[in-house]
Structures are given as C-alpha cells and as structure tokens.
C-alpha cells in the first residue's frame, strides 16, 4: 500500500486531462500511469468492467472510474480548495449546463480538429497514442495497433457528427464559440470569476486535451483566441496565477444578479449548438426505453450508446449516437434546478428564457440514468 494516488489515463485523452487539472490544482499526490500498461490492461479494466480511462487507483486500493465521480471523490473527501460547485445553488445549475456542454456538447468540434487534418496532426497522434499501446512494443508493432485505435476514433468522430458535409459548419460554428469565450475571458481568469468550478472543468475537457493540445487546433487557438489559451495554461497550473485580469474581477465567483452579457451570449449559443441535439436525444432514449426488455436496462448490458438520432443542426440533417452518460450530465442539470425553492426556480428559468435554453430545464427521460460499479444504467 502506498499513500499515493494512481491516475490511468493518456495525456492526449479529454476526460483525463480534466482529472489531472483538478488534481494538480489541489495538489493531490499523484502519478500517472499511462493506460497501455500491464496492470491497467490485466487488472484495472477487469475491476471496472471495461476499457475506459481516466481511473484513479487510491491508497486504500479502491478504483474510481469517471471525470466527473472522481472529481467528486475528491471533493467529499475535502481535497478541494475552493470547491467546484458554487455556493449559490442558482450558478450551480449554470455551471452543470457548462459541463454537460464542455463535456459532451463539445465532441464533434474536438473529435473533428483531432481527426481530420491528418497532415498537421498524424505524427503527433501517432506518438501520443503510445500511451495507450501495450508496452515494449516495437515500432513495426506499433503501426497496426496504432491504426486500429486510431480507426476507431475516426468512427467515433463521425458518430458525433463530423462527416465532410458538416466540416465547414463545425469550423464556423467553433469559431464562434471561441469568440465568445475570448471575450468573457477579457474581464476574469476563470469561468464564474475568480477560480474554477465543474463548469470549467466541463469546457477544459475539449478545450485542452483534443482543441488546446493537438497542433492544428492549438495554432488555431493560440492564433485567434489568445485568452483562451492561456485559461488552459491557468486551468492546469497548480499555482494560483494572481494576474492583472484576476485582480480585476476579485478573486471570488460573481453573483447571479451581477451575471455578465457575455456568459448570456455563451448560454445562448449553446441553445443553438446543442439544445437540437440533446433534445433529440431524450425523444430518441424514451421511445428506446418504452420498447425494451428489462435484462437490457442493467448496468453494462449494453455499449455505450443505444442507437442514432436524427435531428437539425444549423442547416444540416444529423446523426449522432445517443450516449447514456449524456443524459446522466443532462439530469445533473436538471436535478440542480429542481432542488431551487421557487423564487431560485423562477430567477435561473427567466434567465435560461432569455438565453433560449428554457426548453433543457425540461428534457427528461421516462428512466433516469444512473451508475453502478463504474457503469452506466437505468433506475
Ligand atoms: N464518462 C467517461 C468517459 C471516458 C471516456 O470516454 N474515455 C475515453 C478516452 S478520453 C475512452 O476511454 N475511450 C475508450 C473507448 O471508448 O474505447 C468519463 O468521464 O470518464
């Protein structure tokens, strides 16, 4: 037994990258091991039913798969600094639907920039993966493997949506987003203010291991939205970076009265982006549900998704696979709203009426997710 903690994961993956920032930044002891290795391979997966990372290993030998549970692991158990959900319940409910947006809303522009422009980005990838590829491999082993991990990933990224009819409306539509995000980021370091909460977590996922990491997408970054950038700099840092912008907005979050136009403009392009897409997928998930028997519903019955849905995204006729996990961050959000008193309620709906997300507050699903033993399933 040590008294340290193992983290799984690969740096070039999404859902690690946000577990290591958030440890990093509460300077838990840790070290990483990449997923490729022998124990993670024979021993780890078998005890979380499946290969998957980020997974922590504690110091009790207890396993813990999952960003956001491992965040939380952290966070019961008093690890964190500033914790990650803010104090008033009402920004509580934002900062969910900035992780269910980071976390999951954010996959096609992430998978796109990582996969399609193979002449920036091939040799990267190729030695990046390395730490998923079973170790002591030679370099002529190495190509097939890497071609098989890489083959399902390109399969993945059409599965989000990323197909050649729709690679032009993903740039303009990432574009965007960065604009907006430059922007909100002029007045304050962090998201909400002066420090992180779960809502910059969820945009860190993307915004660092596939769109802040990869070359192409990082030039693109670093090129056009500077301040963003540098909130991936000041997201992994361990060090709390007191600059000139953080002096400005004080140092703690800002209050949901003082909620500035540019986090609004934020909100309401993610009803654009992503309102069409999770809406559909909670119609597609009940008809699903109505129809199946109950052996199918346990935990790890199925993969990870259940099908394709159909929807209208900015002029395009869509599909993208139906992931459980998405609506588990969708109740998330729709829990945090559901536990506010009725003036709390009546305040965050004018707000996301305004912000054209009204619609969100109301997506649920006939069953609710929930996790059991590392997996996903239905109550
Ligand atoms: N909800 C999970 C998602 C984890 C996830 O999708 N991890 C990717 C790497 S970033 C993975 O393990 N993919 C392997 C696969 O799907 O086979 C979490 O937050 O931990």
Redesign the pocket.
């Known amino acids: 037994m040590t008294d340290q903690y193992t983290l799984y994961g690969m740096a070039a993956?999404?859902?690690?990258g946000k577990v290591c920032a958030y440890m990093r930044r509460n300077h838990v002891e840790f070290r990483e091991e990449k997923a490729g290795g022998e124990h993670f391979n024979t021993v780890v997966t078998k005890e979380v039913g499946r290969?998957?990372?980020?997974v922590i290993e504690t110091p009790d030998g207890e396993y813990v798969?999952?960003?956001?549970d491992i965040l939380d692991y952290f966070e019961t158990r008093g690890f964190s600094k500033q914790s990650i959900y803010p104090e008033d319940p009402k920004l509580e409910v934002i900062a969910h639907l900035f992780e269910l947006y980071g976390g999951e809303g954010m996959l096609r522009a992430a998978m796109h920039y990582r996969w399609n422009f193979d002449e920036t980005n091939l040799n990267f990838l190729q030695t990046t993966f390395e730490d998923v590829l079973p170790n002591d491999l030679s370099a002529e082993e190495r190509e097939p493997v890497f071609l098989h991990a890489s083959g399902?990933m390109r399969k993945a990224a059409i599965a989000f949506g990323a197909t050649p009819e729709t690679y032009e409306t993903i740039e303009t539509s990432y574009s965007k987003f960065l604009s907006l995000y430059e922007t909100h980021l002029e007045r304050r370091p962090f998201l909400f203010g002066g420090y992180p909460t779960i809502g910059d977590y969820g945009l860190f996922s993307p915004l660092y291991a596939h769109l802040g990491r990869d070359p192409k997408p990082l030039q693109l970054m670093q090129m056009t939205a500077p301040r963003v950038y540098r909130w991936t700099e000041r997201m992994n840092a361990p060090e709390i970076v007191h600059d000139e912008t953080a002096l400005k907005s004080g140092p703690g979050l800002f209050s949901f009265d003082a909620i500035p136009e540019t986090l609004k403009s934020l909100m309401a392009f993610i009803a654009e982006d992503y309102v069409p897409e999770i809406s559909a997928h909670v119609k597609f998930t009940n008809e699903w549900l109505s129809e199946q028997d109950a052996p199918t519903l346990k935990p790890g019955a199925l993969g990870?998704g259940i099908g394709m849905a159909t929807f209208e995204w900015r002029g395009h006729t869509i599909q993208t696979a139906v992931m459980p996990?998405r609506l588990y961050l969708l109740q998330r959000v729709t829990d945090a709203f559901e536990a506010l008193n009725a003036s709390d309620k009546a305040e965050v709906e004018s707000l996301f009426e305004e912000t054209n997300l009204a619609p969100l507050l109301r997506l649920k699903t006939t069953r609710r997710v929930i996790r059991e033993n590392h997996l996903e399933g239905w109550a």
């Open positions: 993956s999404l859902y690690t290969w998957i990372i980020p798969q999952d960003g956001t399902r990870r996990y």
